[in-house]
């Protein structure tokens, strides 16, 4: 099995976005679906955009598959902060080379 492309989660402060709250310990969302496996490369999935509905919760998530097709994820900001709590250490990070 080759090398993957996949994506991770991270919450960032609002005021001070150089400064990471939590990160996850895993991976969250990577290649399954035979169009996310195969194509121009194999294994690959990455975000292009995403929309949050009127509700505030709804989070759709237009990502490249396999680096031949764009596909769309639906998901809720709830459950991915639930994913988050229960996959990492709330932990402040400074990122250094974001801070002003």
Not at 12 to 26: N, T
Not at 73 to 88: C, D, H, K, M, V
Request: one cysteine or more; glycine letters at 12%; aromatic letters at 8%.
């Amino acid at each position: 099995m080759g090398s993957h492309t996949r994506l991770g989660l991270a919450l960032f402060d609002l005021e001070k976005p150089y400064l990471c709250l939590q990160r996850g310990d895993s991976w969250m969302f990577g290649p399954e679906a035979p169009y996310e496996r195969g194509g121009d490369v194999n294994d690959v999935v990455f975000p292009c955009g995403q929309v949050i509905e009127p509700d505030g919760d709804t989070i759709r998530l237009y990502y490249g598959a396999g680096d031949s097709c764009i596909a769309l994820a639906t998901g809720s900001i709830r459950g991915l902060l639930t994913w988050l709590n229960a996959n990492s250490s709330p932990d402040e990070v400074l990122l250094a080379s974001l801070h002003p």
